[in-house]
């Protein structure tokens, strides 16, 4: 009995532009919202459309991606037929393990896609941060007779630019499609989230896997492909809450973007859509005395003495006696030390900042950065790590890094 839809799942990518916070995991495994993966929304996305049967696509530092996923169990896609599979690269005679491109990533995988015989295909991005209702998707997929159907979200005109557009008639039906072009004709932008009829998506990928120019990419190859063939192509308009949290400045919004649910339109306490978490039983938090806490998630573990506020402490983070944090996302299993400053950053896991240390700080007119600290690194006594510093290395005490 084959499956109506299933759902294939780009997780491979490195993030290289999250610098210090990817070197060591997959960009999909990268926490967020304090209990969180970012992997954990499409999946649960998949589960509350009533999608039960995903594959993984991996490639980068997919171990703790896989150790994570494990047999599914968490979003309740631990299935005897379907489930989720972890998909790594196959290793070719060539000794060549890597995908080439998305496009090639979905055809290296085209025999597990036939297990299931599925009439549509969703594919979909392990680097995103959304809610999304994917049968609503598929409802619109159907409604449209579509052999392929994107979904767009409407962006400010001059944004447009940074982003591949689709251009569309009265009907959505995409008669054209640009990437990141200077002279936008739309301002519909692909949330890079498709729905393919799988006999054309089958046809399109061998076509695409026997010509040796083609860079084996959805957007670059695929699409246009398509349109030449004057396929039915239809951009379907979601309205919810969508981010690429491709960037440090991205991921860090986002994250600040959960402490305001009511105007962002992420709500990781709604009952009816929850997001699903592998996330071990932690104790409650504990606030001292002498904190204070102000519009913070404060999550599992957390020792607060200081004083916190606008900021996201994941499970187990320790804040000492007068340290001041702000705007900052600190990441699980971090300490910050007595009178400690660390403002409008991140702080990836198993961090220590020494007592007195100052990270980041406020932007004050002109635009400063996000401060960024890698996984495990070790903040000296009294040090200064500068607004638009990205640090990988230890610092010693009273050092100054900007």
Not at 97 to 113: E, H, P
Not at 191 to 202: H, R, T
Not at 208 to 234: C, K, Q, T, V
Not at 328 to 351: F, L, N, Q, S, W
């Amino acid at each position: 009995m084959g499956k109506e839809m299933i759902a294939m799942l780009l997780a491979g990518g490195q993030g290289s532009r999250l610098y210090a916070l990817t070197q060591k995991l997959a960009k999909p495994a990268v926490p967020f919202g304090g209990k969180y993966r970012i992997i954990d929304f499409p999946l649960s996305n998949c589960v509350n459309s009533g999608i039960d049967t995903v594959g993984i696509l991996t490639q980068y530092q997919p171990f703790v991606l896989n150790e994570y996923i494990g047999m599914g169990q968490p979003w309740d896609l631990d299935r005897l037929h379907g489930g989720v599979h972890v998909l790594p690269p196959y290793q070719q005679a060539s000794g060549s393990d890597w995908y080439k491109g998305t496009a090639n990533a979905i055809y290296q995988n085209i025999s597990f896609i036939e297990r299931y015989d599925p009439q549509y295909v969703i594919i979909l991005s392990g680097d995103q941060i959304c809610k999304q209702d994917y049968s609503d998707f598929l409802r619109f997929h159907k409604e449209k007779n579509a052999e392929f159907s994107v979904a767009v979200m409407e962006v400010p005109w001059e944004e447009a630019p940074r982003f591949g557009l689709m251009v569309t008639d009265e009907d959505d039906r995409i008669t054209e499609f640009q990437e990141k072009p200077k002279e936008p004709k739309s301002n519909l932008a692909s949330m890079g989230i498709y729905i393919f009829n799988w006999d054309i998506l089958k046809r399109y990928l061998i076509e695409d896997e026997a010509d040796p120019n083609s860079e084996n990419d959805f957007g670059n190859n695929i699409i246009p492909n398509l349109l030449r063939d004057e396929r039915r192509m239809y951009a379907y308009r979601f309205e919810g809450y969508w981010k690429d949290v491709g960037t440090i400045p991205s991921l860090w919004e986002a994250n600040m973007e959960v402490l305001d649910p009511e105007h962002s339109g992420i709500d990781l306490f709604d009952e009816e859509w929850k997001i699903y978490s592998r996330n071990s039983g932690m104790a409650g938090h504990r606030i001292g005395a002498e904190a204070v806490v102000e519009n913070s998630m404060i999550t599992d573990g957390c020792r607060v003495d200081g004083h916190v506020k606008h900021s996201i402490l994941f499970s187990g983070v320790r804040v000492g006696k007068g340290a001041e944090i702000e705007d900052a996302v600190i990441m699980g299993g971090t300490t910050i030390k007595e009178g400690a400053v660390v403002k409008h950053c991140i702080v990836a896991g198993d961090v220590v900042i020494g007592e007195k240390a100052v990270v980041g700080a406020m932007p004050d007119g002109d635009k400063k950065g996000v401060a960024t600290v890698g996984f495990g690194v070790y903040i000296g006594d009294g040090a200064t790590v500068g607004p638009n510093a990205m640090v990988d290395n230890n610092v010693k005490d009273g050092e100054e890094v900007w």
